[in-house]
């Protein structure tokens, strides 16, 4: 029974987000034209799962206490790719899959390699290199184009057994396939020991540049599956500056809701999830209310002004000034 | 400036070059090696008319950079650049559309919407303690928003008033281009502020260690605020430079300054942790970019080329001499 | 020693930082199936001497053995591998992970690859278990933990390292009563157990009632070793004091006792670290802060600087209560306070700055008009200062990190001069300074005293306090345990009231057990 209590308390972040989620959706649903039916679900579920790819991406790195403002990038860079090669018969696609993954990865890595051993500063270091994944991005598109195999699009964007979306089935996936074996394993606890204190990590003997450099490049890879979703949606790859830069915003905004501390060390990538489908639906909640459009990125500013704002409450916990400047 | 026991010219030459900082030295010979290998491409390269029109763009990147600067002396950074840029200019523009005294008071009226952008992120960093880079694209977001509703989504229709075009485009003194006076006067009145206020002071000591100057009686906290503001003030001046140079505002104009005004101010030398930095590196920063987009865009390398070597050009440079210290 | 055979054996330790001594032919033999404490004042060698144990520093020279072949190491994994495990006063745990995360952090159990949650947990409530602190539970977060109860979580985690010899340094310092009982029957079962324990600590009751052998260390070396219970506290007081060289301190003057006090506290609290606290310090007057490290002394000169927030009872000044909320308002020409702070190189001092910024940094708004410096003004007040202090710079345009410990120190006291402070609060102002700089501070601070400045002085350094104080007031547990005046500071008061223990000539102490 205690167990259960603790349990609670560490999931407390994704709980929340969970709970916002759904209160959010009710209302959603309750006042969408066309009410709770499968395609609602499986629209909305489509449009979150983007995100909450990107989400997962950046949690990875913000438990290291870290930022990367290149996730919307690399979503960009993998989605023109994809555009190119995830095309033709099922080998030839399955090779494109693989090969726009491994991009991912790659781009991670580089990110990883230089704010971990070249010691740059995460937010400068990712800047950078977003303007270079960019930069590739549109050399691969340098207009809106390309193609996908649209059997693979189609089976991963609709609906299992006419109910279930695929999108979400594939989420979880990966949820099972990345996160949860990162989160079990030493490095995914070194990540959240060198988050949380660095110098208690060190004097512990955890493996601190291993564990970080692990969670920057899985954030690279799990950018990727969200590009090769991107183009599974919208059967083009495009290299649109403001729309890579939009999803790296977003993807703070729904690693805040998710309960993840920008400080590092604390929160889950589940909990980012719901964040990301939460902070999805509360710009979704605009349109079925017959507000113009137009409010709609205003709304969302404010949602993350506020949601960063949020975390300042501690300050008022802080006795020592000092402590302010640690 | 120096008035140690040396004192006179004497004191003045050695203390001059210690004070030359390698990288800013380094930025000042890879914008000659960007003219030379320039000169090669064309000859008009090193005519005046291009070097004075390279500085006349210069000049926008340089108003922006110099608000940027400030604020990464602080050990922070200003995220809320692109759409500081795009209000200041947007809103300069909507003033003018308000009979006389909105023409007259169109400039002002921009600056001020930069400042009120940048009080809210000083507010954020300094008060309540987020860090700087969510707070300011939190702001810029927000920005972002209020004037996507205040256009309707669309490219303003309002124009820049007649005093922003002469601003921009006009030259008081023959040859040289009022926005290069601008910039000028911007960047010496920086200098002053950075070398003989207690302000400038304030802020050097702040990026090195912001606790010993607290402890020192430094109200460190209006000190970061003011520093946002007048960050957020000079990038809505960029973007009324800007309109005044296109005659108009536009929905993305900001995007374009972002990594140029961070590249250029950490390229000039100044530490992205803070604390270290002169305005000769920023101004040999923002010069470097702006030939480096002019020879890219004379080459007719496409954006993309552009993107990917400002990029890379960036991380090399601060691998080279931008690193936190080995152990910490 | 004699009986059973040593199972680790250090000789002839040296160990220098810079040019300070802080290991001078050290010996120590520690034999399996025993509690060694280890004695000896703030400074004395003993957590150099662990360090070197524990794998955290190299010795300059000297040999150590374990079973008998001499052994090094390299990190303080290599430490753990032989078997010495240590608890440091500073907490290792990582704040956001549960207890049985922080258990098992440097070798969690691993199955498939990834760690086994269930070995973890049981690994865990078996090492909370031999730490006798069951009641915690390995799910629980140890930010979320009360002090004491992470200290609990530190033993266990070093018992999970299966040691053969476990050092703990301080380790009861922020325990509980109740835990520091139930700590005491671990440490025996251990050693029932065959372990090697190496106590150090400060509570002489506790080394009274748990070692069986004792070695007190003065000055880098070990001075003597005994079966424990064979000497008198007071004998070991004795032990522990004593050094090579005197400094030579200015004379004190006779200080006004009438005047009401510039700066006064009266019952001042904070948090847990400062508990009721009254004192008052007048114009002229040299009053020193002693006790054990670490008693609530930083804290309270923080509290009268306005950095900490929070803090009950009364702040006086000129016997009018204020409120300072910032170290901007304490140094307000109304209050006009200074304080020279603990590190030199984080609190005091921007070290990549030039000397030149560093000295005006605190006094910018008197030398500036309308927020412009004026330069002329500056540069007389630095001038005048470097000549006061006879401060050794190459040039006021170098970087201040440039200079010498004590030269910088000079620094830092200069910059806080140049506002010409009434009152001045001094926070172990001459660590790590050579003697011949702590000399010429122990002048400055009584010419300033007789300029009439009120000066609270804390120092770890007992002889200091009893060279340059007209009184001293003796911390222990975050409150005031005993005020010596004049001849009363003698180094045996001071030690005897600082450990808390009550020897002849302790007779006014209104002494509160530990």
């Known amino acids: ?106 781009c991670g890595a580089i990110n990883g390699a230089i704010v971990i051993y070249g010691r740059l500063q995460p937010i400068v270091a990712t800047i950078a290199t977003g303007a270079v994944y960019y930069g590739i991005g549109l050399l691969l598109r340098p207009f809106p184009g390309g193609s996908v195999n649209e059997d693979l699009a189609d089976a991963l964007t609709g609906k299992l057994f006419d109910v279930i979306p695929t999108s979400l089935v594939a989420l979880l996936v990966v949820v099972l396939v990345v996160w949860v074996p990162f989160s079990r394993s030493v490095f995914g606890r070194a990540a959240y020991a060198a988050g949380s204190s ?129 | 400036m120096s008035e140690t026991t040396l004192g006179g010219i004497a004191g003045r030459m050695p203390k001059f070059l210690r004070r030359a900082d390698p990288a800013v030295a380094t930025a000042f010979a890879c914008i000659v090696i960007l003219l030379l290998l320039g000169s090669l491409y064309s000859r008009s390269f090193l005519s005046p008319e291009y070097l004075l029109q390279q500085l006349k763009v210069a000049s926008f990147l340089g108003v922006i950079a110099t608000g940027m600067m400030l604020v990464i002396l602080l050990g922070q950074i200003d995220l809320s650049v692109p759409w500081s840029v795009a209000t200041g200019a947007m809103m300069a523009c909507a003033a003018a559309a308000y009979g006389h005294a909105g023409v007259v008071l169109a400039i002002p009226f921009g600056i001020l919407c930069g400042v009120a952008i940048g009080i809210v992120n000083g507010f954020g960093v300094a008060y309540l303690r987020i860090p700087s880079m969510i707070i300011t694209l939190a702001t810029n977001a927000v920005a972002q928003g209020l004037m996507v509703v205040y256009t309707g989504g669309f490219s303003p229709q309002d124009s820049a008033t007649a005093a922003m075009r002469y601003l921009a485009t006009g030259s008081t003194i023959p040859g040289v281009p009022n926005g ?33 100057a607290y402890l020192s009686g430094i109200d460190t906290r209006r000190i970061v605020m003011i520093a946002f503001a007048v960050s957020g003030g000079l990038s809505a001046f960029g973007g009324v430079l800007l309109a005044g140079y296109a005659s108009k505002a536009a929905q993305s104009m900001g995007d374009a300054y972002l990594l140029p005004s961070i590249a250029a101010v950490v390229l000039g030398g100044t530490s992205i942790l803070g604390g270290r930095g002169s305005y000769l590196g920023t101004v040999a920063g923002v010069i470097l970019i702006t030939l480096l987009q002019s020879i890219l865009s004379v080459m007719q390398m496409p954006e993309a080329g552009r993107q990917i070597i400002y990029g890379v050009v960036i991380v090399a440079m601060l691998l080279l001499y931008g690193r936190a210290p080995a152990s910490r | 020693m004699d009986g059973a055979a040593p199972l680790f054996r250090m000789e002839g330790i040296s160990k220098r930082y810079g040019g300070v001594r802080a290991l001078e032919k050290a010996d120590l033999t520690v034999t399996a199936g025993s509690i060694h404490a280890i004695l000896g004042e703030n400074g004395a060698g003993k957590s150099t001497l662990i360090k070197i144990m524990a794998g955290v520093v190299a010795p300059d020279e000297g040999a150590m053995t374990l079973d008998g072949s001499e052994v090094s190491f390299a990190s303080p994994a290599a430490a753990n591998q032989a078997g010495i495990v240590c608890i440091f006063q500073e907490l290792s745990l990582i704040p956001e992970l549960s207890v049985a995360d922080n258990i098992v952090i440097s070798d969690p159990p691993k199955r498939f690859g990834m760690i086994d949650r269930k070995a973890q947990r049981r690994i865990a409530e078996e090492a909370l278990a031999r730490a006798g602190a069951s009641d915690i539970h390995p799910r629980a977060l140890v930010k979320d933990l009360p002090l004491s109860r992470r200290q609990m979580v530190e033993i266990a985690k070093a018992l999970a390292r299966k040691p053969r010899i476990l050092i703990l340094d301080e380790a009861t310092s922020a325990l509980t009563a109740a835990d520091v009982a139930r700590v005491f029957e671990v440490l025996k079962r251990l050693r029932s157990e065959g372990l090697a324990l190496l106590y150090i600590s400060h509570r002489m009751n506790e080394i009274a009632e748990l070692a069986d052998h004792c070695t007190v260390f003065r000055n880098g070396r070990n001075v003597a070793s005994y079966k424990a219970g064979t000497k008198s506290d007071n004998e070991v007081v004795e032990l522990m004091i004593g050094r090579e060289y005197r400094h030579i301190f200015p004379p004190k003057s006779a200080s006004a006792q009438a005047a009401t006090p510039v700066l006064e506290a009266r019952n001042l609290s904070w948090a847990d670290r400062l508990d009721n606290i009254s004192l008052g310090v007048r114009a002229g007057e040299v009053v020193g802060l002693g006790g054990l490290d670490g008693q609530g002394q930083r804290e309270l000169l923080l509290a009268f600087f306005g950095v900490l927030r929070g803090l009950r009872g009364e702040v006086l000044i000129d016997g009018k209560p204020v409120s300072i909320a910032s170290p901007r308002a304490a140094s307000d020409s109304g209050v006009g306070m200074a304080l020279i702070p603990e590190d030199r190189k984080t609190e005091g001092l921007m070290l990549p700055m030039t000397v030149r910024e560093n000295l005006s940094f605190a006094a910018l708004d008197r030398l500036s008009k309308g927020g412009i410096i004026d330069r002329a003004a500056e540069q007389r007040l630095i001038d005048d200062m470097v000549g006061l202090l006879a401060i050794k710079t190459a040039g006021l345009d170098i970087p201040v990190g440039a200079l010498s410990g004590g030269n910088q120190q000079k620094v830092v006291i200069a910059k806080w001069l140049m506002r010409q402070p009434r009152i001045i609060l001094l926070n172990d102002p001459t660590r790590g300074i050579d003697v011949g700089t702590k000399q010429e501070i122990y002048q400055l601070m009584r010419k300033l005293a007789d300029q009439g400045a009120a000066i609270l002085f804390y120092s770890t350094d007992y002889d200091e306090l009893i060279g340059c104080c007209d009184r001293v007031l003796v911390l222990y547990d975050g409150s005031v345990k005993r005020e010596l005046v004049g001849a009363e500071i003698t180094e045996h008061a001071l030690i005897a009231s600082a450990l808390n223990i009550h020897g002849e000539g302790a007779g006014q102490s209104q002494g509160a057990g530990a």
């Open chain 2, 180 to 212: 290069v006076i601008i910039w000028a006067l911007i960047g010496a009145a920086m200098v002053f502020v950075l070398t003989r206020t207690s302000f400038g002071r304030a802020v050097y000591g702040i990026g090195n260690r912001e606790r010993a």
């Open chain 1, 198 to 326: 660095e110098t208690a990590a060190y004097m512990s003997g955890v493996p601190i540049r291993r564990g970080k450099f692990f969670a920057y490049m899985l954030a690279g890879l799990l950018a990727s599956i969200g590009g090769l979703f991107l183009t599974f949606f919208t059967y083009t790859g495009e290299a649109a500056y403001a729309s890579g830069n939009a999803y790296t915003l977003f993807s703070i905004a729904a690693v805040v809701l998710g309960g993840v501390s920008l400080f590092g060390g604390k929160g889950s990538a589940i909990g980012a999830i719901f964040g990301a489908l939460a902070f999805r639906t509360i710009g979704d909640l605009l349109f079925v209310f017959d507000f113009d459009p137009l409010w709609q990125p205003l709304f969302q500013g404010v949602i993350l002004l506020i949601a960063v704002s949020l975390g300042a409450f501690a300050l008022f916990r802080v006795r020592n000034r000092l402590e302010w400047f640690l």
């Open chain 1, 1 to 106: 029974m205690k167990d259960w209590r603790y349990l609670m308390a560490e999931q407390r972040g994704t709980l929340l987000a969970l709970g916002i989620f759904i209160v959010m959706f009710i209302i959603y649903t309750t006042n969408h034209p066309a009410g709770f039916t499968a395609n609602v679900v499986q629209t909305a579920a489509n449009k979150g799962v983007l995100l909450a790819f990107v989400a997962m991406a950046q949690t990875l790195v913000v438990i290291t206490a870290g930022i990367d403002l290149s996730v919307g990038m690399i979503l960009l860079l993998t989605n023109c790719l994809a555009s190119w090669l995830v095309v033709g018969t099922p080998f030839e696609t399955t090779l494109g899959v693989i090969a726009v993954l491994l991009a991912g990865l790659v």
